[in-house]
C-alpha cells in the first residue's frame, strides 16, 4: 500500500505560481495530477513515468505547468506558472505501480486533494 502526501494549494492571483508537491511512501511506475472544479468531473492534468522520465500534459495547462519529480525520493512537483482562475479546483496526486494509458485516472493510489484557488 502507497500513501500519498500532497502540500502546496492556497489562493494566488490570476497570473501567479504555486508548486504543488506529493510525496509518495513507496515506489511507483508512473504519477500524475488530477483536478476537479466544483460541478465538473475529474480531469487529467500532468502524468510522470519514472523509467524514462517522459512527461505529459494536457492542452489546457500545457506550456504552463511542469511536472517533475525525485524518483529516488517518490516525489513528484507540480509547478503551475501563469495560473487563470479556470484553474481553480481541488488537484489530486496520483499513482500506479505500473503503466497507465493517458489520460486515464486508473491509478491505484491517491491522495487526498489540496484546493488551488486563483482569483481574477
Known amino acids: 500500500q502507497v500513501q500519498l502526501v500532497e502540500s502546496g494549494g492556497g489562493l494566488v492571483r490570476a497570473g501567479g505560481s504555486l508548486r504543488l508537491s506529493c510525496a509518495a511512501s513507496g515506489r511507483t511506475f508512473q504519477m500524475g495530477w488530477f483536478r476537479q472544479a466544483p460541478g465538473k468531473e475529474r480531469e487529467f492534468v500532468a502524468a510522470i513515468r519514472w523509467n524514462t522520465g517522459s512527461t505529459y500534459y494536457s492542452d489546457s495547462v500545457k506550456g504552463r505547468f511542469t511536472i517533475s519529480g525525485d524518483n529516488a525520493k517518490n516525489t513528484v512537483y507540480l509547478q503551475m506558472n501563469s495560473l487563470k482562475p479556470e484553474d481553480t479546483a481541488v488537484y489530486y496526486c496520483?499513482?500506479?505501480?505500473?503503466?497507465?494509458?493517458?489520460?486515464?485516472?486508473?491509478?491505484?493510489?491517491w491522495g487526498q486533494g489540496t484546493q488551488v484557488t486563483v482569483s481574477s
Open positions: 496520483a499513482a500506479d505501480p505500473s503503466l497507465i494509458v493517458l489520460p486515464s485516472s486508473k491509478y491505484t493510489y
